[in-house]
């Protein structure tokens, strides 16, 4: 069974750009969450997405923006991008089933110059 | 509401010795409880989880964890420290909400075992 999966690995920006980030949950998975991690720090939630729609939005400026395919995959948008964004962006997975833990994938380092 | 705590930032521990890393929570009804391992510039990795049945369940790793209802902890251990285990670990509370499960997280405990 493939992981999740995300791209792409590494991601250099300048201060003003906007910023893409892809990710692929584990098929079957129906729910994408999004993390925001700075300096090996904790988790700062994001964004979960479940079936297409938007569910829960952590407390995160509107230029923190993303969306859910029909395939389930996910894109998170950064636009406008301050050096305080710089962070490894994580993309989690699980299926509908109450009590499944959550699947990560390895991340999206992103850096502000 | 629900929330987890995770008192100590760093736990340092020599290699051979028992470890124990502490997680407290705070959630309505029965707690749904996982431990997650990150290793750098990786994402978290799943070590165990409680859901019902006995206290004391075993993972991943050697790892094991001691549920306690009356002091609403989960604690992380280990018999034997390897220099290997150190890395990031975060305990999570999960809660039914809606037809959805909701997942909250600590903030993480660095583990480093000194050899």
């Known amino acids: 069974e493939a992981g999740v999966t995300q791209s792409p690995t590494h991601l250099i920006k300048t201060r003003g750009q906007q910023a893409t980030l892809r990710c692929s949950p584990i098929?079957?998975?129906?729910?994408v969450y999004w993390y925001q991690q700075a300096l090996g720090l904790g988790l700062q939630f994001l964004l979960w997405?479940?079936?297409?729609?938007?569910?829960n939005r952590g407390n995160f400026p509107p230029r923190f923006s993303g969306r859910q395919f029909p395939n389930y995959s996910s894109e998170l948008n950064v636009n406008a991008l301050e050096l305080e964004d710089s962070a490894l962006y994580l993309c989690?997975?699980?299926?509908?089933?109450?009590?499944?833990?959550?699947?990560f994938g390895d991340g999206t380092r992103l850096s502000i110059l | 509401a629900q929330s987890v705590a995770q008192p100590e930032d760093q736990v340092n521990v020599a290699e051979g010795n028992p470890l124990t890393v502490k997680c407290t929570y705070s959630?309505?009804?029965?707690?749904?409880l996982f431990w997650y391992v990150q290793y750098p510039n990786r994402g978290l990795q799943f070590l165990l989880k409680?859901?019902?049945?006995?206290?004391l369940v075993k993972g991943s790793y050697g790892f094991e964890a001691e549920f306690n209802k009356s002091q609403t902890s989960f604690h992380l251990k280990k018999p034997s420290a390897l220099v290997s285990d150190s890395a990031l670990y975060f305990c999570?509370?999960?809660?039914?909400?809606?037809?959805?499960?909701?997942?909250?997280f600590g903030t993480g405990t660095k583990l480093q075992v000194i050899p």
């Open positions: 997405y479940d079936e297409g729609e938007e569910r």
């Open positions: 989690a997975s699980d299926h509908r089933e109450y009590n499944q833990p959550q699947h």
């Open positions: 409680y859901i019902t049945g006995d206290n």
């Open positions: 098929s079957g998975h129906t729910s």
């Open positions: 999570a509370v999960i809660r039914k909400s809606g037809g959805y499960q909701k997942v909250t």
């Open positions: 959630v309505s009804g029965n707690p749904y």
